[in-house]
Nanobody, 123 residues
Framework: QVTLVESGGGLVQAGGSLRLSCAAS???????MFWFRQPPGKEREFVAA????????DTADAVKGRFTPSRDNVKNMLYLQMNRLQVEDTAVYLC?????????????????WGKGTLVTVSL
C-alpha cells in the first residue's frame, strides 16, 4: 500500500512558478508516479507521468514545456515544477501511483491517490 500526501499549492499570479510536492510512504520506488488535476466543475485530467526509475517522463500537451515532474526515491518524494502558470492551470492537483506504464493514462489506471492540493492562478 502506498500513501500519498500533496503539498505546495497556493495562490500565484499568471506567469509565476510553483513547485508541488507529494510525500509517499510504502514501496514508492517500485511505482510509476503521476500528477492529475481537476479544474473547478470539470473532469479530472492527466498532467504528468514519471516512471519508477525516473528515466521515463511524459506530460500532457497543455503543460508541455512548462511543467516537469521529478522524483527522489531515497526521500520518497514526487515533485511537479510548474512554470509560466496560466489562469487555465487553476485546479486541484493530485498525485497518483500505478505499476502500469502505458501509452496514455486515465484516472481508472491509477491504484493509489492523494487528496490533492489547490493551485489558484490569478491575472
Amino acid at each position: 500500500q502506498v500513501t500519498l500526501v500533496e503539498s505546495g499549492g497556493g495562490l500565484v499570479q499568471a506567469g509565476g512558478s510553483l513547485r508541488l510536492s507529494c510525500a509517499a510512504s510504502g514501496p514508492f520506488s517500485t511505482y510509476n508516479m503521476f500528477w492529475f488535476r481537476q479544474p473547478p466543475g470539470k473532469e479530472r485530467e492527466f498532467v504528468a507521468a514519471i516512471s519508477w526509475t525516473g528515466g521515463g517522463i511524459d506530460t500532457a500537451d497543455a503543460v508541455k514545456g512548462r511543467f516537469t515532474p521529478s522524483r527522489d526515491n531515497v526521500k520518497n518524494m514526487l515533485y511537479l515544477q510548474m512554470n509560466r502558470l496560466q489562469v487555465e492551470d487553476t485546479a486541484v492537483y493530485l498525485c497518483a501511483a500505478s505499476r502500469n506504464w502505458l501509452v496514455s493514462w486515465s484516472s481508472a489506471d491509477m491504484e493509489y491517490w492523494g487528496k490533492g492540493t489547490l493551485v489558484t492562478v490569478s491575472l
